[in-house]
């Protein structure tokens, strides 16, 4: 049998997959990275709407609709208030593929790549099958990434380093402060940062801000999702935006991997952006009340925990065997070690489901903690 390539032996099946699959069937998920709400009505329709008028039977630009780039753009001007051209924008197959452009686009074998650790899990993967090597960036104690520790680690071998705000796993949200200081990171060091901002909307405390505002080069490059902030994870559609060099070799990649993105998704994408935003309010509001019930639970049952600022998530510190005793008793969450070396000693728990699933599972959680003392 041919070998493999040394990329991709590199890589193994996300450690969150591996949790879920360990589950009872009747466990309560804490561990799922989803909203537990329906897309929003008027994006469904738009692409019912798509299909049956055939306007979604055929290829679209490579780069998407017109339309809904335009509504992307809108999109960043509204919630960020930083203009781009709808020409600088490619829709993608959800944030997973934008972030695998940026990173094929601009890491070469060798290259490093900075990444918050603990961190979403495909920044690590994605890197390793560009050619390059992770570089972990531990966090601070309130679990937010701090621009000197990413400074520090920057050598003549960075190709790039993430920036994650509102963060998977930890919930965190980077102030105005830092989001500027990687701003100027980028643009003093000619390095790439690449901001994942695919929880942009989803902000209970602070505001969100985005690198793109402040850095005065072309160093930056935005990520962005419909999946969670409309709960449209099962469309698959997210974005890249940045300047129109670094767009024009994404898009090298894009129309080779994927052509464009699904047709009927790119409609609903559309209609979620440029259409009522109260469906979101709403969500943000329900999340904010659970954030709230979750990190009192864990306080209760003490276990630390900063409270987080946006997402879905909570990372308490955990003792030892914590994980496997709440998997026992029915509640599934995920070892913070999934998310990087950084992350052992820590859990991450989604919130993503309702509240009275999250009262019974905080139960058991207090109980599993007493447990492992």
């Not at 049956?52 to 609709?65: I, P, R, V």
Request: glycine share 8%; aromatic share 6%; charged share 25%.
């Amino acid at each position: 049998m041919p070998e493999f390539s040394d990329s991709v032996e590199q890589i193994s099946i996300s450690g969150i997959r591996e949790v879920f699959e360990a589950a009872g069937e009747d466990a309560i998920n804490l561990g799922l990275g989803q909203p537990d709400f329906p897309t929003p009505e008027h994006a469904r329709q738009a692409a019912v709407d798509a299909i049956e008028s055939g306007a979604a039977d055929g290829y679209t630009s490579n780069k998407g609709t017109l339309e809904l780039r335009e509504a992307i753009v809108e999109k960043h001007k509204r919630d960020e208030g930083f203009t781009v051209d709808p020409e600088d924008v490619i829709a993608t197959a959800g944030g997973s593929e934008a972030l695998h452009l940026a990173m094929e686009a601009h890491v070469d074998p060798g290259d490093e790549v900075l990444m918050p650790d603990p961190g979403f899990v495909s920044y690590d993967a994605l890197t390793k099958l560009a050619g390059g090597e992770s570089v972990p960036v531990p966090l601070r104690d309130d679990l937010t990434l701090s621009p000197a520790a990413v400074e520090d680690r920057i050598t003549d071998d960075t190709a790039a380093f993430v920036v994650n705000s509102p963060a998977n796993p930890t919930g965190t949200v980077a102030d105005e402060a830092d989001i500027r200081a990687f701003a100027r990171i980028a643009d003093e060091h000619d390095v790439l940062c690449i901001s994942d901002e695919v929880y942009a909307q989803m902000v209970f405390d602070g505001t969100h801000y985005s690198p793109y505002e402040f850095a005065s080069s072309d160093n930056v490059v935005v990520v962005g999702a419909c999946s969670k902030t409309y709960s449209m994870t099962g469309w698959r559609l997210g974005w890249v935006t940045g300047s129109t060099e670094r767009m024009e070799r994404m898009l090298r990649v894009h129309q080779y991997v994927q052509a464009c993105a699904s047709a009927p998704a790119q409609y609903a994408a559309e209609a979620a952006l440029s259409g009522p935003q109260e469906p979101v309010a709403e969500m943000n509001a329900a999340f904010e009340r659970r954030r709230d019930l979750v990190v009192d639970g864990l306080e209760d049952a003490g276990l630390a925990c900063p409270r987080p600022a946006g997402a879905f998530y909570a990372m308490p510190e955990v003792p030892e065997g914590f994980v496997d005793e709440v998997i026992d008793r029915g509640v599934v969450v995920v070892p913070g070690e999934a998310f990087g070396e950084h992350g052992a000693g820590h859990a991450r728990i989604s919130y993503a489901t309702g509240e009275e699933e999250l009262k019974a599972a905080l139960e058991i959680v207090a109980d599993a903690a007493a447990a492992v003392r």
